[in-house]
């Protein structure tokens, strides 16, 4: 028997380890089951030659573009709503497509795990089908596809132009050179409606299934001696302003987790804020966070994912008007990734640049929030990570001067 003929599996039982892996991850927490596909991720490409690099890097262009029509052409949403297995040529009947074209875009889906194949030519949704049937994974594949996509289009010519500077100005980035535009890309988006909303469809869902800040950070804890009744004025203070809160998810779970601590406001653009559908229980609040903060002595000013948007001088605007508006017991909570120094894997290599090309921003290390923190007039008072795959970690800082 030739080499090529012989099975991997008689080489290495790849079976048997396959089927364990699958039977350990059954159960597993999101944490776990994250953490074991990151592992696996970063075998594959320690096992790749380099022509395997070539191969991942040209057919890794094409999965957006099969994904984004196969939604486009209503596959998908028609095999999830269908009870019975569907051939090529029932979906194409359904969809108005061909039936050759729909059968190579379901063998291309199928390969890729988005839809079963359960014989010659039968289809069948499965979980994944059902998640990619749904409006906010059309408007994340269309954000990848209509707004990311062009930017990386821009990115060796821009710096190529720059001389392979920093990217410094959010203003001055392949984003701006993708989309001709002076205008950052928060306010471009308040011009394009459509791609933020795509946009924001895109954050609603990914962080999917990871767990959050909130299984980790000891609120009772960090609360200490702080009470919600405002005696003086016979009003309720605020607890938690979720700063450039987006759509409000934060605010809203530690409302739900925390209903009796005190007051909890979303705040960010008035404009975003119009999108964002707040239970009861959270107030909205309208506010830009260059020009200052109206919540005087709130109890926790947090941020996610919101200062990873900037490059540090603006990220020490924002913070000092955050320190200007602090009570003595206030802190502030910056929830974000903090790469390691050693060993950044290729996801969170790949969400700094993600920064870098849309905002002129980065992803920072510890040691780079602790500088910036200190250029701030601020320092670390604890830490608290929730992630690994991410190394999402909420810091929490405080005053200098308060705190010695
Ligand atoms: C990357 S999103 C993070 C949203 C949210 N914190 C989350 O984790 O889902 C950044 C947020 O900052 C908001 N933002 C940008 N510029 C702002 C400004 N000048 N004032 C207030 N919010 C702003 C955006 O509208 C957006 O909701």
Redo the contacts with the bound molecule.
Sequence with gaps: MSEELTKPSSVVPLDVIVASIKAALENASSTVYEEVVSTISSLMISLERPIDIIHRLHEGQMPLAIVKSAIDAGILNALAESEQPLSAGQLATKIGAASSLTARLLRYLAAQGMVTQVDKDEYVANEKTKAFAQPSFHGSINYSFGTVTSINQAVPAFLMEHKFQDIIKNTETPFNKAYNTPLPL?EWFQHNPEQHKHFMQY?SIQRHDLVTWLSVFPVELEMGNWKAEDTANDSKRVVFI?V????G??AIAFGQKHPKLGRVIL???PS?LEHAQVPANVEKQG????KGQPEKGAKFYY????LH?HPDQQVIVILKHLMAAMGPDSEILIDEMCLPEKGTTLLQATRDFRMGFLLGAVERTLWEWEKLLDATGLMIKAKYQYTNVLADTVIVAVPKLASQ
């Design positions: 928060f954050m979720d450039g809160g987006g759509m998810h934060q705040q960010d653009l975003v506010n830009n966070f260059f941020l996610r994912n919101v948007d």
